[in-house]
């Protein structure tokens, strides 16, 4: 089926319960067994059913199923937010004394988890060029276990050379992971390019009106025997003592997300609330007709600042001025390039000037709104990040970045005339 029917019917079936059209939201914490063998088989995966919130949940049931038929991949797992869905994602593949190789181009937060405070944990990064993968294979070691980009970077608009990463990381036998949720599963779908997982913030284009926070996991077919056969991750084909010596790959069940759920959401707990989930469900039936508007508000709003003589550079992977405009229109559906664009002005100043004049553009640290969005990511987002790193991860002091909403775009290019005046 085409992508805009499973946003709208995947996973749900409606002849269940109630025959609701709208997803029920299960807002329970515990489910009651039927009897001791019923519990005793549930825990021991014999019979698949929910046993408590933290681990499965009919409604996030719904929405992984979903993601899973739109970013046609083998298994997915909703989580508390996109920086636990990144964490999972790589503490699943790496311990203490592993490195994983980081994009240089690369959300703020990215960043800090993986450079700060899983480096705390024993892990080191190093950190390759996503835009053109140089000096990837250069990086690569007995202990590296994950290769982390951004399909289409925030906040940098960067596209990733996502076929030469993927052919690299395959060579070696390393897995690839990709957070799409700039592009979101409506421009791209990674996997369908070779990538081993997909991670989104949901809290962006999947709501797409910023009222709930969510993140999500999504495996591709095949790790199962990706895994058993790979020396590198012998996690997944040996006996894992915490859960009665389990064995990941031997099961019929694709093992990435299902060892995420088992034993990481088990311990670490950071789970999707069942709300969240309906509003995400929600989000996703009308994701590409928004990202379609999104990218075209995108486009016009770019052409105008691009005639501007107080801006001197436009970061928007549309334009035919743009390092990855090849990239987006090989990768994109229809080329568009969702609605997050950045420009750079004269000054730290300036920025923060144009900042402080806009009306209808909200300063909102947000992207993928239904409202126009405007921030200064070397004063907010990325001012955590020390002055050395910020210019090595492409921030510029005087870049603006802008989610362009669902507005008329005559109405946000009317308010950016008169923020510069
Ligand atoms: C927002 C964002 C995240 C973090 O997601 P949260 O849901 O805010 O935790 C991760 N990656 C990218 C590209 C993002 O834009």
């Known amino acids: 089926m085409e992508q805009q029917t499973l946003a709208i019917h995947a996973g749900y079936d409606k002849t269940f319960g109630y025959g609701s059209m709208s997803v029920p939201i299960e807002q329970t914490t515990a489910y009651a067994f039927r009897d001791a063998d019923h519990a005793a088989n549930l825990f021991s995966l014999k019979e698949l059913g929910p046993i408590y919130s933290r681990l499965t949940n009919p409604t996030l049931d719904v929405l992984e199923k979903r993601y899973v038929a739109l970013e046609k991949g083998a298994s997915a797992i909703a989580v508390a937010s996109g920086q636990s869905a990144i964490f999972y994602a790589i503490a699943n593949l790496a311990e203490a004394g592993d490195n994983v190789l980081m994009s240089n181009k690369l959300y703020g937060g990215s960043v800090t988890l993986l450079a700060h405070t899983m480096k705390r944990f024993g892990l080191s990064v190093k950190v390759f060029d996503c835009e053109n993968a140089d000096n990837l294979e250069t990086l690569i070691d007995d202990k590296t276990k994950a290769i982390f980009f951004e399909s289409l970077s925030n906040p940098q608009i960067a596209v990733s050379d996502v076929e030469k990463i993927v052919a690299i990381a395959k060579k070696h036998g390393v897995i690839t992971v990709c957070d799409n949720t700039v592009a979101t599963a409506a421009l791209f779908n990674p996997i369908t390019w070779g990538v081993d997982v997909v991670v989104h913030s949901a809290s962006k284009y999947t709501d797409g009106q910023g ?69 995400l469900i929600n989000g996703l039936e009308t994701l590409s007709l928004r990202v379609e508007r999104h990218s075209k508000n995108a486009l016009e709003v770019a052409k105008f600042l691009e005639s501007c003589p107080n801006v001197k550079g436009v970061n928007y992977p549309a334009l035919e001025s743009h390092k990855g405009y090849a990239k987006a229109k090989k990768y994109f559906k229809d080329g568009y390039a969702s609605g997050l664009l950045s420009f750079d002005v004269g000054s730290f100043e300036e920025a923060k000037s144009i900042i402080n004049s806009v009306k209808l553009f909200s300063v909102v640290v947000n992207i993928g709104d239904s409202k126009s969005l405007i921030t200064h990511p070397a004063s907010t987002t990325h001012s955590q990040i020390p002055a050395d790193e910020l210019i090595k991860s492409g921030i510029n002091p005087a870049t603006i970045r802008l989610s362009i909403g669902l507005e008329d775009p005559k109405d946000l290019i009317e308010d950016l005339k008169k923020a510069f005046n």
Do not use: K, Q
């Open 211 to 279: 009222r709930a926070i969510g993140g999500i996991v999504v495996e591709r077919e095949g790790l199962n025997e990706f895994f058993a056969s790979n020396p590198r991750y012998t996690h997944f084909s040996l006996p894992d003592e915490s859960y009665h010596g389990l064995v990941y790959t031997s099961l019929p069940l694709p093992c990435f997300c299902l060892r995420i759920r088992l034993a990481l959401l088990r311990d670490i707990g950071a789970c999707m609330s069942p709300f969240n989930a309906w509003l």
